[in-house]
């Protein structure tokens, strides 16, 4: 599949069956995520991998101020990444919104990684990203400005409930030209 098919027709849909993802395609996705492009080459990210049982540490820490109706949602793939951007730790640093930048680039990469691969993945941030315990579990360091981006779930298609391709975006009037 060439580029441009890829991202015309990666899609975040959550309808996954629980069957296992291999550690090696797990490990190809987080390999394309560091290819995504940093200024200074800093990497400004730590991923933490929650499959199978181990999930149930992130539901755990959900759970502290979300309940259970929260910690249940870590179940809804097999496979669970928490991606954190951490900036500030390199000799010479860019600005920490270039490094959240990046994270978020090494996020598509990991969607389009995960389409190419066959699987289906997608990307979800909101409360739990603020969570005191979430963000214990995910080493972050508020002082240094890092930023849990968000979860990104992986898992098989359920083939029985494929997305609709959306309407084709229009770039035209988001672009000014000179």
């Keep these: 599949m060439d580029i441009f098919t890829a991202i015309e027709t990666r899609r975040s849909y959550g309808l996954v069956t629980q069957e296992p993802v291999s550690k090696e395609q797990i490990e190809a996705i987080l390999q394309m995520a560091c290819w995504a492009p940093t200024h200074k080459r800093t ?8 499959e199978g049982e181990g999930r ?92 849990i981006m968000g979860f990104f779930y992986i898992g098989h298609p359920d083939q029985n409930h494929l997305p609709p391709l959306r309407p084709t975006p229009k770039w035209q009037p988001k672009t000014t030209w000179y």
Aim: include cysteine.
């Design 56 to 147: 149930k540490k992130l539901a755990d820490a959900i759970a502290v101020e979300s309940g259970q109706q929260g910690a249940e949602k870590v179940y809804r793939a097999p496979v669970v990444i928490g991606v954190v951007a951490t900036p500030n730790r390199a000799a010479i640093n860019p600005p920490v919104w270039e490094d959240h930048a990046a994270t978020a680039a090494a996020l598509q990469n990991m969607a389009l990684a995960t389409h190419g691969l066959g699987l289906a993945g997608y990307w979800r941030s909101g409360k739990f990203c603020e969570q005191a315990a979430v963000k214990e579990l995910l080493k972050v360091n508020d002082a240094l400005g890092d930023q």
């Design 43 to 50: 990497e400004p990210w730590a991923f933490y991998v929650f």
